[in-house]
């Protein structure tokens, strides 16, 4: 791993995260989650704060130490209602059981995993039949110009975010990987828009 990767990405990533911008989004999905939950990417541990009291417990996946390491923060300084397990494991090959969580969560996380659809397989293994995929990612854009840039610009970004892809179709990703998209809600958030069109939703085995 290079220094950038390991000592200067996850800072990068851990600020801009904590836009404002993101809060509403952050919230509104992840209060949605019960139970055993597992959450992809989890970063430095800014979603823990959202979850309910109906969260039993948050096993948190990354496969960055450094973020890690600040998550350990995160919990220490969070007066938190339920348990939290990191795990240093790629979501590719995620570390538990057949049907094991009810709900996975991802935020703005499938953008920048290597293999997604191997990722997507695995969430769905380890999801109980009547589980549930909580998302809000940004993607692909329904518009022809913006796409173009997405394209255009992807190379590039990808190098310099952790391996962040601005053209991904998250909700075609979703469905190819067998889930049922029960809800979903698309548009622009606030900024450039090749970097903010926005995919949030809930999907179930299908």
């Known amino acids: 791993m290079s220094l950038y990767q390991d000592r200067v990405l996850p800072y990068l990533i851990h600020l801009a995260m904590r836009q404002e911008t993101l809060a509403a989004y952050r919230h509104r999905l992840i209060s949605a989650a019960e139970g055993r939950v597992l959450e992809i990417g989890a970063g430095s541990g800014l979603n823990f704060r959202h979850y309910s009291e109906r969260t039993k417990q948050v096993i948190g996946l990354d496969p ?66 009547d589980g549930r995929l909580l998302f809000v990612e940004h993607g692909l854009s329904p518009d022809a110009s913006v796409r173009r840039w997405q394209d255009r610009l992807t190379p590039v970004w990808k190098r310099i975010g952790g391996g962040c892809h601005l053209n991904r179709a998250i909700s075609r990703l979703i469905q190819d990987a067998g889930f049922r998209i029960e809800r979903i809600e698309t548009g622009y958030m606030k900024g450039l828009k090749p970097m903010t069109y926005m995919y949030e939703g809930f999907a179930r085995p299908g």
């Open 64 to 129: 960055s130490p450094k973020l890690l390491s600040m998550a350990r923060e995160s919990i220490r300084s969070a007066a938190l209602t339920f348990p939290v397990e990191l795990l240093h494991a790629s979501a590719e090959a995620i570390p538990l059981a057949v049907g094991s969580v009810d709900a996975v969560v991802t935020t703005w996380t499938l953008c920048t995993i290597p293999d997604v659809m191997r990722a997507l397989a695995e969430m769905y293994r380890v999801l109980k039949p």
